[in-house]
């Protein structure tokens, strides 16, 4: 079973994940220490979202009427994105599709990409390749990723290297303001001391700018961070009025974020291991910039996948699954179905039994659609069904999962709703010797197109004949899949034809025809592994998330 660690994280989770134990100050009922949470001015989405800026749900309230400004921190490009990255961004972009194609809210969104770092420097010297070719590799590496979980791409990518000109003119803009300081040794750092009481909006107890520097340090205070690096010896730099250097982490995704946002932000997300210091200090120099009280109305922060019951999956811990040898065993439904499975601000178990249930569901939400087009078409056979139960059953649930969904996008309890819908339907198609009365074909087709429609807005496919990718390339692919589902069944009919010869002759030469047969095994085992599932006589059920009818026919056909 999947197991969620506690259905309302928040602030606690928030907290375990800065490594602080039980809270010891409770902070104002709204916003950090300094300054209460603004509800910002706009349309009211009709969703209540957990806002992390205040610990508690609010109304989604967006500047612009029909639109999201959203800002998503990306990846640092060094290493391969496994699945702890994969829960995070399928999450999101859940949430996303809920915004746009439930509530009708346009997203513009901004993911900025970290492709120039400590970590992608020292990577490319190991590897002695330049830092931006390792970074570009693994950058499309994510994306294909990304493609592959069936994650939306972002409005815009913006990369760290290439906007270096726009993150110099940002920190100086924080200088000007005098929030920041450039050294001697050609650092600049962020000024903690004066933004005062109003650095920690995202946590209650931050570490104030106290603390003598360590010894070799050019900070005022320990707890200042960098804004711009001075470059040690050989490494990649870019000139500036601080000499050669590259710029922090945090002041890339504020300078980025504001290139094309300005002084105001909507929506802001990320995993909460970057709640602090990263979001933290994001929305220091941020404020401090654009001289505003309040930059980022809403932060959504997402619970980790753990391994094992209390670990972080993380390159660090050497504990963690690549996303591409994930998709070898599983389908990215199945990876999708698994995550909506708890709330996207738990912390969620990963196991393959997890996973396993999940690919369960999967099928039998397949099965009760199947079985639900066969009553349609008259192929099943059935006792009367209560009719009125159905349609009263279905427009029950169509309430409870939009209620659901405006409360923090809460996908199990939508999910649950759903499930219970599929529960009483498969009550109803009885199989019955002696069919006969009347037949309710419509409430069926209601129902399936209603459980399609449901999962295609969170990005899972369960209507007939959809193919694994959404773009252009869908129907080329699907075709060409049919051809190759086709010559497969050319060669393995060939293959089972007993030819009219004595006993012993017909068996040599389905001895000689049998790596045929295995070859067309294979095919069929390595297409499942791609989500593809070709049925062949006998098999009622195969652990595949994109069912091909006409394949099932084609199989059939052999069959008979
Ligand atoms: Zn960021």
């Known amino acids: 079973m999947l197991r969620t660690k506690s259905p309302r994280l928040g602030a606690p989770l928030l907290r375990a994940a800065l490594g602080f134990g039980r809270r010891a100050g409770v902070r104002a009922a709204s916003g950090g220490r300094g ?72 997203i513009v969104m901004v993911m900025g990409i970290t492709d120039v770092d400590d970590k992608i420097i020292q990577r490319a010297r190991e590897m002695d390749l330049p830092p931006v070719s390792l ?26 290297t290439e906007n270096i000109p726009q993150i110099i003119s940002f920190i100086e803009g924080i200088i000007a303001r005098g929030h920041a300081y450039s050294t001697a040794k050609g650092n600049v750092y962020f000024d903690l001391k004066s933004r005062g009481d109003k650095y920690g909006k995202l946590v209650s107890v931050a570490p104030g700018p106290v603390g003598e520097p360590a010894g070799d340090s050019d900070k005022r205070h320990a707890s200042d961070f960098a804004l711009w690096k001075a470059a040690k010896p050989e490494e990649i730099f870019w000139a500036s009025p ?49 001289q505003c009280r309040q930059w980022g109305n809403y932060f959504l922060h997402s619970g980790h996948l753990h391994v094992k019951g209390k670990e972080k999956m993380s390159k660090s811990l050497k504990n963690y699954v690549a ?67 159905l349609w009263e059953g279905l427009s029950s649930t169509k309430g409870a999962v939009w209620a659901a969904l405006a409360d923090d996008f809460d996908t199990p309890r939508a999910v649950d709703a759903i499930l219970g819908l599929v529960h009483l339907g498969n009550g109803q198609l009885r199989a019955a010797q002696d069919p006969g009365g009347p037949r309710s074909p419509a409430v069926f087709g ?95 059920s195969n652990p595949a998330s994109h069912v091909f009818s006409h394949m099932t026919h084609l199989e059939d056909a052999e069959a008979g």
Request: include cysteine.
């Open 323 to 389: 996303i591409k040898d994930f998709l070898r065993t599983f389908s990215p439904d199945v990876f999708r179905l698994f995550c909506t499975r708890s709330s996207y601000r738990s912390a969620i178990d990963y196991s393959d039994n997890a996973m396993l249930h999940a690919q369960h569901l999967l099928l039998g939400l397949h099965s009760f659609l199947g079985d639900a087009r066969a009553y349609m078409k008259g192929q099943l056979a059935c006792s009367p069904v209560q009719e009125d139960q």
């Open 35 to 106: 300054h209460a949470w603004l509800r910002p001015a706009g349309q009211d989405t009709g969703v209540q979202v957990y806002n992390s800026l205040t610990g508690r749900k609010e109304p989604l309230v967006v500047e612009r009427a029909g639109t999201a400004s959203w800002y998503s921190c990306g990846p640092t490009v060094y290493d391969h994105a496994h699945l702890g990255h994969a829960c995070s961004y399928v999450r999101f972009d859940i949430i996303r599709r809920i915004l746009t194609r439930v509530f009708g809210c346009n």
């Open 242 to 290: 601080w000499g050669h250097g590259r710029p922090g982490w945090h002041i890339e995704c504020s300078a980025m974020a504001s290139m094309v946002f300005g002084g105001q932000l909507d929506i802001h997300s990320g995993g909460i291991d970057l709640a602090f210091p990263h979001h933290e200090n994001e929305i220091a120099q941020c404020e401090a910039f654009h």
């Open 446 to 540: 209601a129902i399936v197109s209603y459980i399609e429609q449901f999962f295609g807005t969170i990005g899972i496919s369960l209507a007939n004949q959809q193919c694994v990718s959404e773009d252009g390339s869908a129907a080329t692919l699907h075709s060409v899949v049919e051809e190759l589902v086709r010559f497969r069944q050319s060669v393995r009919q060939f293959a089972l034809t007993a030819p009219e010869a004595p006993r012993e002759a017909r068996q040599q030469q389905l001895l000689e025809r049998r790596p045929l047969l295995e070859a067309c095994d294979a095919l069929r085992q390595d297409l499942a592994a791609h989500g593809i599932n070709i049925k062949t006589a006998g098999s009622q």
């Open 135 to 160: 970074a570009r590799h693994y950058e499309e590496e994510f994306k294909q990723d990304m493609a592959a979980l069936k994650v939306l791409p972002p409005t815009v990518y913006l990369r760290v």
